[in-house]
């Protein structure tokens, strides 16, 4: 009863407790407690400016070198969105992909994400640079969606993009909803000549078998391993069986968070291929990446 004492509050409160709940991970609960309404309002807030940074060109994308480890090549980048707030300055994706992730603007910004890459590696072709793939991350929900390939598909068409330009991420907790519509949505994006690469590996639990019957192209070693490689001898254990794990089944390994010439070093021996973070370049407003 101290919750509400009518159906309209009970409700905006039991919203706060479940938002509360997804935010700590999900699979978990919370309660409801007065503070909660505050951090709903705010959230409430972003996510209205969120939509109106949607419509009014608010976004940029940024974009990280991703280099081979053995010879320091540069050969692709990440790209990462920001939000150039009209008041609060450069505001980064951890505090606004939350809000994103609790409702439908996840899909939004994803697609927002794919059509701004497209066009900027069309840009950087003009300018006569090398066409190099650029990763971009995807929420659950657009591999679910029966008509994505075709969607890229249309965005490489219409930028004369080749299909190998193009890598899309999806987090290994993702794999954990892979029903029949999202694997036949891997296969078709497969099909299409896309690069798909399995993020934050080794921080979910899913099934070594998705592996083999998924279509993935690379594994993206999560920075949290990556962090402790000098002091951890479990973290390096840890990626040396990713490496491994990954060359066992014929893809790529990438290593995420590298910031040192000694985190380069182990991984380079362990046999990485290609790894990204300060180490080699922070992400970048796409004038500067060119």
């Given at each position: 009863?101290?919750?509400g004492q009518?159906?309209?509050t009970?409700?905006?409160n039991?919203?706060?407790a479940?938002y509360?709940?997804?935010q700590?991970?999900?699979n978990t609960r919370a309660?409801?407690?007065p503070?909660?309404?505050?951090?709903t309002?705010?959230?409430l807030?972003l996510?209205?400016?969120?939509?109106?940074?949607?419509?009014?060109?608010?976004?940029?994308?940024y974009f990280?070198?991703k280099?081979?480890?053995?010879?320091?090549?540069l050969?692709?980048?990440?790209?990462?969105v920001?939000?150039r707030?009209p008041e609060?300055?450069?505001v980064?994706?951890?505090?606004?992909?939350?809000?994103?992730?609790?409702s439908?603007?996840?899909?939004?910004?994803?697609e927002?994400m794919?059509?701004e890459?497209?066009r900027q590696?069309?840009?950087w072709?003009?300018?006569?640079r090398?066409?190099?793939?650029?990763?971009?991350?995807?929420?659950?929900?657009h591999?679910?969606?029966?008509?994505?390939a075709?969607?890229?598909?249309?965005?490489?068409?219409?930028h004369?993009?080749p299909?190998?330009s193009?890598?899309?991420?999806?987090?290994?907790s993702?794999?954990?909803?892979?029903?029949?519509?999202?694997a036949?949505?891997l296969?078709?994006?497969?099909?299409?000549?896309v690069g798909?690469?399995i993020?934050?590996f080794?921080t979910?639990?899913?099934?070594l078998?998705?592996?083999?019957?998924?279509?993935?192209?690379?594994l993206?070693?999560?920075?949290s391993f990556?962090r402790d490689l000098?002091t951890?001898?479990?973290d390096?254990?840890?990626a040396a069986t990713i490496?491994?794990?990954?060359?066992s089944l014929?893809?790529?390994?990438?290593a995420?968070?590298?910031?040192?010439?000694e985190q380069?070093?182990?991984?380079?021996?362990q046999?990485?291929?290609?790894a990204?973070?300060?180490?080699?370049?922070?992400?970048?407003?796409?004038?500067?990446?060119?």
């Amino acid at each position: 009863p101290a919750d509400g004492q009518d159906f309209g509050t009970l409700l905006k409160n039991a919203d706060a407790a479940l938002y509360r709940a997804k935010q700590e991970g999900r699979n978990t609960r919370a309660f409801y407690a007065p503070e909660l309404n505050v951090a709903t309002y705010e959230r409430l807030v972003l996510e209205g400016e969120l939509r109106q940074a949607l419509e009014n060109r608010q976004l940029v994308a940024y974009f990280q070198p991703k280099v081979r480890l053995g010879d320091g090549t540069l050969v692709g980048a990440e790209a990462l969105v920001r939000w150039r707030h009209p008041e609060r300055g450069l505001v980064p994706p951890g505090q606004f992909i939350s809000v994103a992730e609790a409702s439908d603007l996840i899909v939004e910004l994803g697609e927002w994400m794919l059509e701004e890459v497209c066009r900027q590696l069309a840009v950087w072709r003009t300018q006569g640079r090398p066409l190099l793939p650029v990763a971009v991350n995807l929420a659950a929900r657009h591999f679910r969606d029966a008509k994505l390939a075709e969607r890229v598909r249309e965005r490489l068409a219409a930028h004369e993009l080749p299909p190998q330009s193009l890598e899309l991420e999806i987090t290994e907790s993702t794999l954990l909803e892979v029903g029949a519509q999202t694997a036949d949505t891997l296969l078709a994006l497969q099909r299409l000549g896309v690069g798909l690469a399995i993020d934050d590996f080794g921080t979910g639990y899913s099934s070594l078998s998705y592996l083999k019957r998924l279509p993935v192209t690379a594994l993206k070693i999560d920075r949290s391993f990556v962090r402790d490689l000098e002091t951890d001898p479990d973290d390096r254990a840890l990626a040396a069986t990713i490496v491994a794990l990954g060359h066992s089944l014929g893809l790529q390994v990438v290593a995420e968070g590298v910031e040192t010439e000694e985190q380069r070093r182990i991984l380079l021996e362990q046999g990485c291929d290609f790894a990204q973070g300060y180490y080699f370049g922070r992400p970048v407003p796409a004038e500067a990446f060119r």
